[in-house]
Structure formats: structure tokens, C-alpha cells
């Protein structure tokens, strides 16, 4: 499958089958969670980013069976077509934005997401701290997201974000990277 | 009409062949006890998966490598051979039929599994068993009191799918 | 965290309110005051940064509301495992809406400021720039309509004030369906239970921003065509009642 392909279902799935709200009321309501974390981990950034991830794993879980209902898509061939699917459905239908899919590694494993808009940060600055900006990882609940969902349809993946525009970097970026394939499950091509 | 659109009872099994989810749609059904229900979920459960893994191969040109394999999986023996369609994955037990009614059985990619009941007449089940998906991917796994894998006691489920059948003949 | 210092100091104005978090909050807006070393935060190079961003540019921005439903699951979810009982858990939830709402005034009144024909300055006296509400039924009208459309795209579907002569410092807002319950099914064992109590503290932090000292809580009241219908009962503190008698008597509306 196509990136074009894949950006023209998420766009119609988005446009036909998805029950709307207000972009104010996710981001502000994540901007108090991450609030929330940051007061009871008394601002130890590095358990918030733990704590972020496993919130988003938990709803990956969950997420992936709305993803999958919305969406009626098959497993995916390869890697590749994984990386279009999350980029241009799964972020299209749930947050309203696809980010770019790039930087392949040469096994076709790992790639980058860069995110040009992040509904999630709108409104935000980091705590002027001089801990937040090289510590903290705002957007972390998403890495967190993509494992919780992949695990569910038999894959095993590391997420991480590398640069963050509420840094100061000029993108904000995350690595996703294929552990394996989960064995009892195997996708039939690789069996 | 009403009869031939019969949707007799569903029921939902986890990843793991547990019941939970069973409920019925038309009164006077005969019903099973618990203990029936749970062992038809498991029976159903393990014969799927025989029926998947009995799925025939048809053999393939050998392939370069293909990418992201995982290491120590594939044999030289069984890259030559592979599924009809490859993009798909393989289903295992899609229905059972009497003449008095049809079992469908539709597994999620996840492996949740959804069996619906209906008249060997109803048409559309598949339709049918998407909106199911659909009501179940809102209303139980968006509940924060729903834990995965557990038994759905969830009202508003209940509420969204009951009315859905019935507005539907 | 994703609030700049103003806001801050307007926490700091409400700190000192008797209410339930008032020692939690106190404690954030002493946290936020320490000075720091004014070091400043690195910014991108092409300035992507709040500032260079219009405050309107996400005014009719959409999401889904499956994100919203997901992370008000986990909101839930983390907050129960924080807290002894039902009680507990509501009062959590609302400490979570509190400070949403103190910062959703500033938007909302940023907003009908630089929209003449905004439904909130129909409400006031003058017609721009609006003043913050004076009398509680001016401030419950914000409440009721542009809150409500700011957070849920419609107005709240009731406005009604306590008929017993003992309880005149109670209001009720009614919502047959509010939007953070869509997809929750509380278990039995929990029915009293309301997770709307994120928005009861979400007006709440509305009405202590505006200066109007209350408490509020979200209640079940379902009826059969509305299974999650929520009643907000707005309790207003004895110096609001007190002022409201003077403002009444001086006519200021």
C-alpha cells in the first residue's frame, strides 16, 4: 500500500466515521495530566516520562480495536506499510494530524515520525526549571500509544521521542523501531 | 420480515478462548446453562485455532529476504510455500450451519472473537458483526472501568447494542 | 507546566478559599513563585513557540472524541488508584477540572473580547469589552452557554435556581448527556459515582476565577430517555451571597 493510499483513507475514515470534539478540550485535558504527573512526582521529569508511557500503553490496547473498527484494515505486509498506517490513519483519525514518515533505516526496522503539528503541546511551555526542557518529555503518552496498539496486532516495538520543538529543537520527532514480530501470532508471510 | 432478519444471541470470547460477553436477542430461545456457554466458547476457541493452522499453503517462488523477518523463523523449506494472499491474514472457522440457524464467528486482528447468532436467512451479518465491533471499541474498551480480558458488565454496551437490533428491523 | 506565570498568580488569588484542594493548590502556586534562575527556555530556531502562534488558530480546530475519551479514561483511571473511596476519587477529579477552568476564563474572556457578536457580551452590561460578571446569575449564563460551547460545541441544557428558602446560595446545571460520560458504564458496586466531577471542578475553578467562592459536584440524575443526565449543583459561599445582597441593593447588575 501506498503513503497516498493511506493518506486517502485516513482522510476519509476522518471525514465520514469519526465523532468530533473540540481540539481545545484533548489538548487542554492532556496539558492537565501531565500537570497532574509533574505535581505528584514532584517534578522528577524522568518518572513522568515513565509514567506518560505506560498511560499511553495503556491506551493502545484499547485504542487499536477502535483503530481497527474504524478503519476495516487488513494486517499489514511489511514494516513499511505499518509506518503509513500509523502515520496516516491511526494519527489522522485520532488526533487529526499524519505526520511524515522518514529517516527508513537501511533493514527497513526503524523509522522516524516528525510531526509538524502536535495537537498535544498547543498552548504549552515547558516549566522554566532550567530540568524541564532537557529532562521532560511532553508528548511522551504517544510512544507509549503506538507500543500498547502494536503489541495487540503481534508486534513488538521501542518508541522513543529524539527532539521536541518545546526543547527548543527545531523538530519534534519520535523513533519507532520493530523488535520483532510476536512469535504464537506470526504474520503469515513470515512464518 | 421480522423473522428472517433474526439475530438469535452473541457472544464474545477473549484472546485466551474465555467467555465474556454472552447475551440474547429473542425470547423464547432456548438457553444453555453457564457451564454450556463457557464450554462452547472453549470448544469453539480450540477448533478455530486447528482450522487455522490447518489452513493449506500453495508453493511460491522462492523470495529474496524478506524484510524485518524475525531471526531464526523462517526455514528455506517453508519460504517456498505461502498462503493464497499473503496480505491477508489467515481466518480459520468463518461459520457453522444448520438449517435452523448460522453461527458466524468473526476474530478481530487482535484475536478477540465475535459469535453471532442469527436465522440461516439473515443476510448482511457481516455488517452486523462490524457494528458490533464498532459499539464494542466504543463502549467497553473505552470504559475505564472495563480491564481487558475480563467479563463485560458494561451498561451502556448493554444499551447501545440492544437498541441498535432493534431499530435495525 | 502548561501554564504561563499569569496564571499562577491567579491560583494564588483563590489559594486562600476554604475549600477541599486548597492545600494541594496552595502548594503548586508556592512551587511555580519560587524564583528561579531567569536562565530562560531555548526556543526553535524558526519559532515555533506559543507565543508566535495565534491564540485562535486552534478556536475550531477538531479532534476526536475517542483521544478525549481515552484520556479522561486514564485521568480516571490513575486517580483511582490514588484514593480510598467514591468520595475521594470525585474530589480528585474535580482538583483535576479546578485548574482547567481558571485558565479556560482567561481564554473565554479573551475570546468574546475580540468577537463583537460573541453570545457572551449580549450577557453583559456594555457591549465590549465585556466585564468579568458581577452577579451570579451573569456568571452562571457564562457558565451555562460560552463555557459549555467552548468545552462540549453546545449550551447546557438546564439553569435552575434551588426553590427551598433554605438553600438560596444553591444553583443546578443541568446536562442531559455530558460528553466525558459518552462511553463510561460505572460498575454497581460504584453507582453514586459521577467522573462529570472533572467538569464540576471545572466550573468551579470558572466561578473562583471569577471571585465567586463555590463548591460544586456532579450528580446522577438519570431519567429514561437520559440514562447520564448530570445535575451540577453550584454551592456559592456566604461573602458571595453577602456581596450579592449590596450589589442587588445598589443595582448593579
Known amino acids: 500500500m501506498s503513503t497516498t493510499k493511506a493518506s486517502r483513507i485516513g482522510e476519509e475514515i476522518w471525514k465520514t466515521r469519526i465523532d468530533k470534539v473540540n481540539a481545545e478540550l484533548v489538548t487542554l485535558t492532556y496539558g492537565t495530566i501531565v500537570a497532574q504527573l509533574c505535581q505528584d512526582y514532584d517534578s522528577d521529569y524522568k518518572q513522568v516520562n515513565q509514567q506518560l508511557d505506560k498511560m499511553g500503553y495503556n491506551i493502545g490496547l484499547r485504542l487499536i480495536e477502535d483503530f481497527l473498527a474504524k478503519s476495516g484494515v487488513g494486517r499489514c505486509a511489511n514494516f513499511r506499510d505499518t509506518a503509513d498506517m500509523i502515520a496516516k490513519v491511526g494519527f489522522k483519525i485520532f488526533l487529526n494530524v499524519a505526520p511524515t514518515v522518514t529517516n527508513w533505516a537501511s533493514d527497513n526496522n526503524q523509522f522516524s515520525l516528525i510531526f509538524d503539528e502536535n495537537p498535544l503541546a498547543d498552548f504549552v511551555e515547558l516549566p522554566d526549571d532550567g530540568r524541564a526542557q532537557d529532562e521532560l518529555w511532553f508528548s511522551n503518552i504517544l510512544c507509549g500509544v503506538l507500543r500498547g496498539a502494536l503489541e495487540m496486532v503481534q508486534m513488538q516495538i521501542e518508541a522513543h521521542f529524539v527532539s521536541d520543538v518545546l526543547r527548543g529543537d527545531d523538530t519534534t520527532e519520535m523513533r519507532v523501531s520493530l523488535v520483532r514480530y510476536i512469535e504464537d501470532e506470526m504474520p503469515p508471510e513470515e512464518e | 420480515m421480522l423473522h428472517t432478519q433474526a439475530v438469535f444471541s452473541l457472544i464474545i470470547i477473549n484472546k485466551a478462548g474465555g467467555l465474556i460477553y454472552q447475551r440474547e436477542f429473542q425470547a423464547g430461545l432456548r438457553k444453555l446453562s453457564t457451564n454450556d456457554y463457557l464450554v462452547l466458547a472453549g470448544t469453539f476457541h480450540g477448533v478455530h485455532a486447528i482450522t487455522r493452522s490447518i489452513t493449506p499453503k500453495i508453493p ?73 465491533y464498532d459499539l464494542y471499541a466504543d463502549y467497553v474498551m473505552k470504559n475505564p472501568f472495563y480491564q481487558l480480558e475480563m467479563p463485560v458488565r458494561c451498561e451502556a454496551f448493554d444499551r447501545h447494542l440492544g437498541a441498535w437490533l432493534r431499530g435495525r428491523t | 507546566m502548561a501554564a504561563p506565570p499569569r496564571h499562577s ?53 477538531e479532534s476526536s472524541r475517542a483521544s478525549f475519551a481515552y484520556l479522561f ?21 474535580n482538583e483535576q477540572g479546578y485548574p482547567l477552568g481558571l485558565r479556560l476564563l482567561d481564554l473565554l474572556f479573551y475570546r468574546s473580547t475580540s468577537t463583537s457578536s460573541s453570545a457572551l457580551s449580549s450577557s453583559s452590561t456594555s457591549s465590549s469589552p465585556p466585564n468579568r460578571p458581577l452577579r451570579i446569575i451573569t456568571l452562571l449564563h457564562l457558565i451555562h452557554g460560552p463555557l459549555w460551547r467552548l468545552l462540549f460545541q453546545r449550551s447546557a441544557d438546564a439553569l435552575e435556581h434551588s426553590v427551598s428558602p433554605d438553600t438560596p446560595n444553591e444553583y443546578m446545571i443541568t446536562d442531559n448527556d455530558p460528553l466525558v460520560n459518552t462511553y463510561i458504564s460505572v460498575p454497581r458496586e460504584m453507582s ?48 458571595v451571597m453577602e456581596r450579592e445582597k449590596v450589589l442587588e441593593r445598589n443595582g448593579v447588575k
Not at chain 2, 112 to 123: E, V
Not at chain 3, 77 to 93: F, P, S
Not at chain 3, 193 to 222: R, T, Y
Request: charged fraction near 15%; aromatic fraction near 8%; include cysteine.
Open chain 2, 60 to 132: 511460491l517462488a522462492p523470495t529474496t529476504n524478506s524484510p524485518a523477518a524475525s531471526p531464526g523463523t523462517s526455514t528455506p523449506a517453508a519460504s517456498s510455500y505461502s498462503y493464497p494472499n499473503p496480505g491477508a491474514s489467515v481466518s480459520g472457522l468463518d461459520y457453522l450451519e444448520s438449517d435452523k440457524f448460522r453461527l458466524t464467528c468473526f476474530q478481530t486482528l487482535t484475536g478477540t472473537k465475535f459469535l453471532l447468532f442469527t436465522d440461516p436467512m439473515t443476510g448482511n451479518v457481516e455488517t452486523i458483526i462490524n457494528k458490533i
Open chain 3, 73 to 93: 479514561g486514564e485521568m480516571v483511571t490513575y486517580a483511582q488508584r490514588r484514593v480510598t473511596g467514591i468520595q475521594d476519587l470525585e474530589k480528585r477529579l
Open chain 3, 192 to 239: 453514586m459515582l459521577n467522573c462529570a466531577a472533572f467538569v464540576a471542578g471545572i466550573i468551579e475553578g470558572v466561578c473562583d476565577g471569577c471571585g465567586f467562592e463555590a463548591k460544586v459536584s456532579a450528580h446522577n440524575q438519570p431519567t429514561e430517555m437520559w440514562p447520564s443526565r448530570t445535575v451540577f449543583l453550584v454551592r456559592f459561599g456566604d461573602s
Open chain 3, 9 to 61: 498568580s491567579m491560583m494564588a488569588t483563590n489559594a486562600g478559599a476554604p475549600q477541599s484542594g486548597a492545600n494541594d493548590r496552595q502548594q503548586v502556586t508556592q512551587q511555580s513563585l519560587t524564583p528561579q534562575p531567569t536562565q530562560g527556555l531555548r526556543v526553535p530556531s524558526n519559532r515555533k513557540t506559543i507565543y508566535d502562534r495565534h491564540l485562535n488558530r486552534s478556536r475550531n480546530a
